[in-house]
C-alpha cells in the first residue's frame, strides 16, 4: 500500500515496502506523488528510491525507518548519497529515534527523540 496524505499544502507521501517495480509503476501511470516528506521505501534498500521515483517525489524531508545495526544493511549507503544529492533533509531512526513531523496545513516542522535528549 502507498498512502499519500494531505493537509492544505503540505503532502506525506508513505510508500511501505515499494521497491523499484512499484516505483517505476507509479512515475510511468503519472501517480500523485510529490510530497513534502518521504518515508524512504523499503528502508532505503538498493532496490529501492530510485532516481526516477525521487525526481518524481522531490522531497524536502526524508526519514529511513531502520533499527540500530540491522542484519540487512539498511539503509543503503548509496541510497543515503542519493537523498542527499537531492538536497533533502535525511533522518534516520535508527540515529534520530523517533521523528516527528506536525503540520498546519501551511508548514511542515519535523522533531526528532534525540533532539530532545538533554546535551
Request: charged letters at 20%.
Amino acid at each position: 500500500m502507498v498512502l499519500r496524505l494531505e493537509q492544505g499544502v503540505v503532502f506525506f507521501l508513505l510508500p511501505g515496502d515499494l521497491q523499484q517495480h512499484g516505483e517505476d509503476r507509479l512515475v510511468r501511470d503519472h501517480a500523485f506523488i510529490s510530497a513534502n516528506f518521504l518515508k524512504a521505501p523499503h528502508h532505503g534498500s538498493r532496490t529501492s528510491s530510485t532516481e526516477l521515483f525521487l525526481s518524481a517525489v522531490h522531497p524536502q524531508y526524508a526519514v529511513f525507518c531502520v533499527g540500530e545495526a540491522n542484519p540487512f544493511g539498511h539503509p543503503n549507503e548509496a541510497i543515503v548519497e542519493r537523498y542527499a544529492d537531492a538536497n533533502v533533509r535525511i533522518y534516520r531512526t535508527d540515529r534520530d529515534g523517533t521523528v516527528t513531523a506536525i503540520t498546519d496545513g501551511d508548514t511542515l516542522a519535523v522533531h526528532t527523540f534525540a533532539e530532545s535528549l538533554p546535551h
